[in-house]
């Protein structure tokens, strides 16, 4: 089955610096890539996703980059505020018909300090 | 958007009692519903997959008879724990989709404590 590895498991910038969270996915197969975010106690929220026919992604202050032939994906944070905080976590996942079963990441705490 | 309603947020259970968890989807026909766990700081386990009107696909681990999963309607699913124990505590999540598209949408989720 799938696995994925993301890193790093805790970052702690200061307010306006960039982050940056990398995942490594194993199978080849994979063509969906979501990335959510978790505030504390709450549900995760999905704040941006990538397919496989595409390299990059932007959405104001978050971008996702892919690298199909190295099965790696990463989230781009620029800019960031405190309200930032939160784990974040990726899921690499096979999509067909519509259905698809995200593996998801250990996920990555960021921690934006003012 | 897709909204899905998952109740009790927050419960405490005696052991050996069973917990009934429910995930609704109130504005959407939920064709698959996934169920998670997460234990404190650490990823969502996939626990298993339910599609209306089909048994539940449980995930290599996960005891069938002790995690009871209802899909009943396109609305709503349930996950009941049976007897419970404290090793059952945990942070339980469901996940929602119609099919259409890649997006799926979480519950709120239910802190379940077992004492």
């Given amino acids: ?114 | 958007g897709a909204v899905v309603s998952q109740h009790p947020s927050r419960v405490i259970c005696k052991s050996g009692t069973s917990v009934k968890i429910e995930c609704r989807s109130l504005d959407f026909q939920a064709t698959t519903m996934f169920w998670y766990r997460q234990f404190p700081k650490q990823s969502l386990m996939l626990m298993a997959t339910s599609n209306e009107g089909s048994k539940a696909t449980y995930e290599q681990g996960v005891e069938k008879d002790k995690f009871l999963i209802n899909h009943a309607s396109l609305t709503l699913s349930t996950l009941t724990v049976t007897s419970a124990h404290p090793e059952d505590s945990s942070f339980y999540i469901c996940s929602a989709g119609t099919g259409a598209g890649y997006g799926y949408t979480f519950g709120s989720g239910t802190r379940l404590t077992v004492v």
């Fill in chain 1, 1 to 114: 089955g799938e696995n994925v590895e993301q890193h790093p498991s805790t970052l702690s910038v200061q307010e306006g610096d960039s982050a940056v969270i990398k995942c490594t996915y194993s199978d080849s197969a994979s063509n969906y890539f979501p990335w959510y975010k978790q505030e504390l106690g709450k549900r995760p929220q999905l704040i941006i996703d990538i397919r496989s026919n595409v390299g990059e992604k932007k959405d104001q202050r978050i971008a996702v980059t892919l690298n199909k032939t190295a099965k790696h994906f990463s989230l781009h944070i620029t800019e960031t505020q405190p309200e930032d905080s939160a784990v974040y976590f990726c899921a690499a996942s096979l999509a067909s018909g519509g259905s698809y079963i995200p593996t998801f990441g250990r996920g990555t705490s960021l921690i934006v300090h003012p």
